[in-house]
């Protein structure tokens, strides 16, 4: 499982650290976004959209190119 959806899902559960230099550096990026990031069935989204996994970016963005 990645680590950083892992630490988002953490965060949408548990609540946000409110010192955002205390936040992991692997998830620093998502801190301003932190409001609009919410788990749905084990999912990781923001707004209405995906976070794909880092593991799987590359292959799922190589499938939407050559379709």
Do not use: H
């Amino acid at each position: 499982k990645d680590s950083d959806l892992k630490f988002l899902a953490d965060y949408y559960s548990k609540g946000w650290l409110t010192d955002k230099s205390k936040v992991p550096d692997n998830v620093k990026s998502y801190y301003k976004m932190r409001n609009e990031i919410y788990v749905s069935q084990g999912l990781v989204f923001f707004e209405d959209r995906l976070i794909v996994p880092k593991s799987l970016r590359e292959k799922i963005c190589m499938k939407i190119i050559w379709e």
